[in-house]
């Protein structure tokens, strides 16, 4: 039987009372899960349709699949189960009805209806939701009207009665209406009564009116003196006339304000337009001149000099960086002796580059263009990482404000939430906006760069939306002086959210949209729910989502069923996109409010751990990070790391006491200090996302909540014109798929076709069925297609620098029944070239990983169309830095959400000339085959793509250093220092992870980053080892680990590179709920077919919590059946890979498109002779390798981190070091000081 459509009409089509077989609106896979539970053939469920409103689908077990038929409604509300061609469907008026026909045998079905699986009933107690227990009673929806414009249900409308004028009316009409019956029939010429109802209804209306018109009376005086005249008329009249006169006047001033206002913006444009030619010069736009001009920053900073000869020279020596962002200048002043100054002037455009060591968080390289082609690089050390960061910052709003470019390529968007409490906010909320507080904050000198985007999410908001929306225009105002335009405000009850935007972007917003979700008692009160606002920004799509969830700390799974039922229902973005939920319709979606979900953990260790600011033990109970562990919620979303205490739940009017007991009338409730109050998020992959801040505020303190705020740098592309027009047939680009295989969770056994959705694309396009399917495990099923039954796909526009922000939605779909069985999102910037790339990522559905899809494809590009440039957000990459970093410790492993493809690349043209380093390349080179294949070439052993212990260790699927299974890892050839020995879980006992010494759980990132893929080999400079590149801009202060995109992993590494692992910075557990893309069903090996099935009924039935077969299992078992005999031993000093940690190797760049022309580097301008010709021995001949193994010889590595920070990151450079050095560097006893100063002074010896 195949699927179609259909809608529902008529009488119920349920019957008196919905049958208990019933399910409403379960999802497929938890249909499938039910009936996997009840085992016994002919156990069947109805269920709504995913794929057809109205429709039906009803499932069926039979032989350990499922099977599911559509039941559609016809035109004239009756039901039948849709039948092939050429059957005569059989039709009822219920679904009891129809559903009593199956009951009987031979009916056309796979098998009989045998049993009923019941839907199983909420406890009534579990819809009792009285927000946080500071009411006995939800609170009521707030009086005045929304000013939301969403259409539906959700938008509340004022009653007719509302103000009194329906009373006015039927008044009239029962009572005055005869006398002016009686006086008509008397030869009256008029309705003196009627009059009198009109004038009381329209009174508001007068007085609204006179004080438009007293506003306008200016205007009108100076651009519009003919209308002036009457609209002081008619001013006049209204404050000296009245009675019958007042209904005629009303009239009048209705038609002057129309005419008013339909002409005055002509007529103002011609006065401006003659007032601008007889002036010398124009007076700048409104918004230009009141903004606040950004003052010089001045930033005091210590050269780096990092070259072992150059310890000749001297200490390091001070400089001052002053950025001037008006004038689009920095100044580099060296202070020289006898008080003198040294400095140099570079413009915006002579900055070619800006490159922040990974490992030394406060270290900046900058590379001035000196000459044509020529340029030169210097490292400066500042005061921390967080002035970095603000200089960063205010480098690229100078290179953004001296652009050429008419459109931006990045916004800086501010996110705030906060829980009112039901109280009006204070006077001023300046800590919020400006993020001052707790947590990662930004630096002082960033602070007042006004944002291009101001979001305001709030809960239990007891203002008015028209006075919400004011004060937030006022407050920006204030501290801005810019007039910000609100562009969207949503409100559910008291949930709201604000959208307001820069004024000279007001033209680049379009298509916004606003919709609300009730999950409040039984999903019919807004006092819980959520509300979201969308719209494009040029050609990017932006979602914003504020929630309220249910209250109660053990309320975690209503928690989690209100998420999935936002995620499901609410309607924002693109209508073309209906098969996807909102996590995959935007580039970017924001996700933020009171999740209120709490911390698993006795009160008082909670007060303790928060008294001594110890934040990681907390986090690791925190109910939303572990939900998010297990794959329960927020499936790929990303959260900067918490460095703030718990936002709830504080006494009011103070910051200094949680209140965390409460008597209620069923005794006494416990709220926990939690952090309730979050902000979440997630883009597509290979854009970039920067997550500059996250804290809360400590200063506001009407609720029993702390704000919360976090401010990101995102990457949007404009909407593309080509210069070329249109392509003709001989210029038209293409996207040719070679490959696609699926493996989805299902007991199906139907077969699929794969729908291709892009904003490229004139229209959605479709495959034909899968040519291949086989299954060794029934809750599995592989699908796949060739060449000949995927389509190719011609996008509207050929130019490379189009396409290479362009994405492609997949969804895989049944044919029998319409129904998505998971989702997915492919960029194309990494698929673009002459030979086909591999792809690899997770599918999901309903916000459940519901397998994963691999394949290979190619965007073909006309070499006519290949230009491009580079974006603004390139414009700063990420160095590992050559020593690799101190033995012994972590390497600090920055958040990014751009791709590696560019940095490498960058780090390829502009990385430290030295011998070392270019050894260090050419050995790497040696190392690592020639990969003119797609992705990664070869793979590690024959099959390892396909050995679900591959995937399995960590939980990403598109991770190669996730990926590969220790004990598959030959013993590499560089020593490792011995690492913590992490004794995974095994695959079938449950255990609580070990605690991971580098971050808490929550530490779960979705960024965006391509696949692995070589360029050139001046692009392999991979010095650090383990801890690679992640993307392309990087974390400052508090940055930590961005795990690389779920939906872009790199292919199994090539045999060279696993001798480039060496050490991981991260020793994290893996998690007990791995991915459902780790699982991989191996295609039959030659010697014959796997026998699976046998394998997991070896495993004993043993299954995790939501899933219909235990992953882990499965994963050991497909492990043992394809990789028999003992593994080789892993080296001892070889850590277990980890999560979110790249390969050196792995990471080797993909394409972009044409090559940028190298920067050479000459700091060898400014280099002493004899430094450059000198002795490549090293002046210092140290034992370590490192200052921390020098350290840690002493009995000193406390100081190791202070020496760090203030640039005494290299061992060569040590000899030149002072005790004033010293003391900066945090080395205060005298003891110490000579301890370190004479153990080098020995050395040197």
Not at 60 to 75: A, E, G, S
Not at 243 to 271: P, R
Not at 413 to 431: H, L, R, Y
Not at 759 to 782: A, G, H, M, P
Request: charged fraction near 25%.
């Amino acid at each position: 039987m195949a699927g179609g459509g259909g809608s529902s009409g008529g009488v119920s089509p349920l019957g008196p009372a919905p049958p208990m077989w019933y399910h409403r609106d379960l999802s497929r896979a938890a249909a499938e899960e039910l009936l996997a539970r009840a085992g016994r053939d002919g156990s069947f469920l109805v269920r709504d349709s995913e794929s057809v409103n109205g429709a039906y689908a009803l499932c069926v077990l039979f032989q350990k699949h499922v099977h599911t038929y559509r039941i559609l409604p016809d035109d004239e509300g009756f039901l039948a189960v849709q039948t092939s061609q050429g059957v005569q469907p059989k039709r009822f008026k219920t679904l009891p009805e129809l559903i009593s026909l199956y009951l009987n045998p031979s009916q056309g079905l796979v098998t009989t209806l045998l049993f009923p699986v019941e839907r199983e009933e909420m406890a009534v107690s579990d819809d009792r939701d009285y927000s946080d227990g500071e009411d006995e009673k939800p609170p009521l929806p707030p009086r005045s009207a929304s000013t939301s414009t969403s259409p539906g249900p959700e938008t509340p409308t004022e009653s007719p009665a509302a103000n009194g004028l329906s009373t006015i009316s039927h008044d009239y009409l029962k009572g005055s209406y005869a006398l002016d019956l009686e006086a008509v029939k008397q030869g009256a010429s008029s309705l003196p009564h009627l009059n009198k109802t009109l004038v009381s209804s329209c009174k508001r209306l007068n007085g609204e009116v006179d004080k438009v018109l007293c506003g306008l009376e200016i205007l009108s005086k100076v651009f519009d003196q003919q209308s002036a005249f009457m609209v002081s008329k008619m001013i006049q009249q209204s404050v000296n006339q009245g009675g019958d006169q007042e209904l005629e006047n009303l009239v009048t001033k209705l038609a002057i304000l129309k005419d008013l206002l339909s002409s005055i913006e002509k007529k103002a444009l011609k006065a401006l337009q003659d007032m601008s030619l007889s002036s010398p010069c124009s007076p700048p736009p409104f918004s230009m001149r009141h903004s606040k001009a950004i003052p010089v920053q001045a930033f005091e900073v210590k050269l780096d000099v990092y070259l072992a000869e150059l310890t000749k020279i001297g200490k390091s020596q001070k400089y001052t960086l002053s950025v001037d962002v008006e004038g689009g200048r920095l100044v580099v002043m060296k202070k020289v002796k006898d008080n003198q100054e040294d400095w140099t002037t570079f413009t915006h455009d002579k900055i070619r580059q800006l490159i922040k060591s990974q490992r030394v968080q406060n270290k900046l390289g900058i590379v001035f263009e000196k000459e044509k082609d020529k340029s030169q690089r210097k490292d400066f050390v500042f005061a921390s990482a967080k002035k970095r960061e603000a200089f960063c910052q205010l480098l690229q709003l100078m290179k953004n404000k001296h652009s050429n470019q008419d459109e931006p390529d990045m916004i800086s968007i501010f996110i705030g939430t906060w829980n009112m409490g039901s109280v009006p906010a204070p006077k001023s909320v300046a800590s919020w906006m400006l993020c001052r507080g707790l947590g990662k904050t930004l630096d002082e000198m960033a602070v007042t760069i006004p944002h291009d985007l101001y979001v305001f999410g709030s809960q239990e908001n007891s203002v008015c939306d028209r006075e919400w929306v004011e004060s937030l225009r006022v407050a920006l105002k204030e501290q801005t002086e810019l007039d910000y335009k609100p562009i969207a405000i949503q409100t559910l009850w008291n949930i709201k959210l604000a959208v307001l935007v820069k004024p000279e972007h007001e033209n680049r917003i379009s298509h916004v949209g606003m919709s609300s979700v009730k999950t409040g008692i039984a999903n019919t009160l807004g006092n819980k729910g959520a509300v979201g606002v969308s719209f494009m920004f040029n050609g990017t799509s932006f979602g914003f989502v504020n929630c309220h969830l249910t209250s109660g700390n053990e309320k975690i799974g209503r928690r989690n069923q209100n998420y999935l039922d936002i995620l499901r229902l609410l309607s924002l973005g693109d209508k073309q996109l209906s098969s996807f939920d909102i996590s995959l319709r935007f580039t970017h979606l924001f996700w933020l409010g009171d999740l209120n979900y709490r911390l698993d953990m006795d009160i008082q260790e909670i007060l303790n751990y928060i008294n001594r600011k110890e934040f990681e033990p907390l986090l690791k109970v925190d109910q939303l990070n572990l939900e998010r562990e297990k794959n329960k919620v927020f499936l790929r979303f990303a959260e900067e790391e918490i460095s703030f205490p718990p936002t709830y739940r504080y006494e009011r009017g103070s910051r200094d006491t949680y209140v965390w007991q409460k008597q209620k009338a069923t005794g006494m409730r416990t709220n926990v200090p939690s952090w309730c109050d979050r902000i979440l998020w997630k883009s597509y992959p290979e854009t970039h996302m920067v997550c500059n801040s996250y804290g809360c505020t400590d200063d506001i303190v009407t609720s029993d909540h702390s704000p919360v705020f976090a401010t990101f740098e995102v990457g949007v592309t404009s909407q593309f014109v080509s210069k070329k027009g249109l392509p003709k047939s001989s210029e038209q680009a293409y996207i040719e798929f070679e490959c696609i295989e699926a493996i989805v969770k299902t007991a199906s056994r139907t077969k699929f076709f794969i729908e291709f959705y892009s904003t490229c694309l004139e229209e959605f396009k479709k495959s034909y069925e899968n040519d291949t399917q086989n299954s060794d495990n029934i809750n599995f099923l592989r699908v796949g297609w060739s060449n000949k039954q995927l389509t190719t796909l011609k996008p509207l526009l050929s130019e490379i620098e189009y396409l290479q922000d362009q994405h492609l939605l997949l969804t895989v779909k049944s044919v029998d029944g319409y129904e998505s069985y998971g989702e997915c999102v492919l960029a194309l910037k990494s698929m673009i070239g002459s030979t086909a790339q591999q792809f690899h990522t997770y599918l999901s559905h309903r916000g459940e990983e519901t397998g994963n899809i691999r394949g290979s494809m190619r965007v073909r590009v006309p070499s006519e169309r290949m230009g491009t440039r580079e974006r603004l957000y390139e414009w700063i990459s990420v160095d590992k830095d050559e020593t690799g970093g101190p033995r012994g410790r972590p390497s600090v492993v920055s958040r990014m959400g751009h791709e590696p493809s560019v940095v490498r690349k960058q780090l390829g043209e502009l990385g430290k000339v030295s011998e070392e380093a270019e050894r260090s390349s050419k050995e790497e080179t040696a190392a690592r085959p020639k990969q003119d294949g797609p992705d990664g070439g070869d793979s590690i052993s024959k099959n390892s793509f396909n050995n679900p212990a591959y995937y399995i260790l960590e939980g990403v699927p598109n991770q190669s250093a996730a990926a590969i299974s220790p004990e598959l890892l030959p013993s590499p050839t560089s020593s490792n220092p011995p690492a913590a020995k992490v004794n995974p879980p095994s695959a079938g006992v449950r255990t609580k992870p070990p605690a991971a010494p580098s971050g808490p759980l929550h530490l779960r990132r979705a960024a965006a980053g391509p696949p692995a893929r070589t360029i050139t080999e001046e692009g392999s400079s991979e010095d650090d080892g383990g801890s690679c590149v992640a993307g392309a801009q990087g974390g400052g202060a508090g940055s930590t680990l961005n795990r690389p995109p779920p939906d872009f992993p790199p292919p199994p590494l090539p045999k060279g590179a696993l001798e480039m692992v060496t050490e991981a910075p991260f020793n994290k557990p893996r998690p007990l709920y791995p991915d459902l893309a780790e699982v991989r069903i191996p295609p039959a090996a030659p010697g014959g077919p796997l026998a699976l099935g046998e394998g997991f009924r070896r495993g004993g039935g043993m299954a995790l919590d939501d899933q219909s077969c235990s992953v882990l299992q499965m994963a050991k078992t497909l492990s043992e059946s394809e990789f028999g005999g003992q593994p080789p031993p892993r080296a001892p000093s070889a850590p277990p890979p980890l999560r979110g940690q790249p390969m050196g190797a792995g990471l080797d760049a993909c394409r972009t498109f044409p090559p940028r022309n190298p920067i050479t580097e000459s700091i060898a301008e400014d280099m002493p002779e004899e430094a450059l010709w000198g002795s490549s021995s090293s002046s210092l001949s140290v034992g370590e390798s490192s200052v921390g193994e020098w350290l840690q010889r002493l009995g000193l590595e406390k100081y190791e981190q202070g020496l760090l920070h203030n640039g005494w990151d290299d061992l060569e450079f040590l000899s030149d070091i002072t005790e004033e050095d010293l003391e900066e560097a945090g080395v205060l006893d005298p003891a110490h000081k000579q301890i370190l100063l004479e153990s080098l002074r020995q050395q040197q010896k």
